[in-house]
Structure formats: structure tokens, C-alpha cells
Nanobody, 125 residues
């Protein structure tokens, strides 16, 4: 299981840190993807971190503002979100994938083995 948390209401320019806690599988063997689903658009990939944490990818829309990390000892991945914009509003999900993904396919939702319940982030002006 995966459970994302840490969402909430924040003003434009603010920060939030999301957490993704895993249970029931060997977290350290799995890469983690972060996705978000805006109110009217499809779910989109925004960040990825390999199982070791050495490889990360970001969507262009969040590069330089968001930072993904993980603590395998705590079975937890994090998404630090800074300089939030209204267009960052959406439900954020984390997903786990046993085998590593490349920069060409990490955003594909069908590539992930487990999905958690999302957490809502609302950015207001």
C-alpha cells in the first residue's frame, strides 16, 4: 500500500512537503513516481526517483521548484514543493514501480505497480 499525505491549502508562492508512506512490499526495491491530477485535466507525471535515490526526473513545469527524495529506512518518499503556483492545484498521487524507468517512460501511469490514495493540494492567490 501507498499513502500520500501532506496536502492542503496554500497561497501562491508558498511551500508544501508531501510524503508517501509504503507498506506491504520492499520499498527499497521500488522506484517512486509522483503524479498529479488537476481539476479538469488528465493525470500527469511530475517527478520520479529511482529506488536508490540516485536518479531523479522532473516535468518541465516543476523543474527548479519541486524536489523529490526518499528515506528507504522509513519507507517514505517526499516531494518538496516550493514557489507554488495556482496551476499546481490538484490531487497528488505517488506510485511504485519495481523495475527502473527511463526518462522516456517514467510519466506513463500504466508502468507502475502500486498506487496510493491521493492528497489534495490547493494553491490560491
Amino acid at each position: 500500500q501507498l499513502q500520500a499525505s501532506g496536502g492542503g491549502l496554500v497561497q501562491t508562492g508558498g511551500s508544501l512537503r508531501l510524503s508517501c508512506v509504503a507498506s506491504g512490499f520492499s520499498f527499497a526495491d521500488y522506484a517512486i513516481g509522483w503524479f498529479r491530477q488537476p481539476p479538469v485535466n488528465e493525470r500527469e507525471g511530475i517527478s520520479y526517483i529511482s529506488n536508490s535515490g540516485r536518479r531523479t526526473y522532473y516535468a518541465d513545469s516543476v523543474k527548479g521548484r519541486f524536489t523529490v527524495s526518499r528515506n528507504n529506512a522509513k519507507n517514505t518518499a517526499y516531494l518538496q514543493m516550493n514557489s507554488l503556483k495556482r496551476e499546481d492545484t490538484g490531487v497528488y498521487y505517488c506510485a511504485a514501480r519495481l523495475f527502473p524507468l527511463s526518462n522516456n517512460n517514467w510519466t506513463l501511469t500504466g508502468e507502475y505497480d502500486y498506487w496510493g490514495r491521493g492528497t489534495l493540494v490547493t494553491v490560491s492567490s
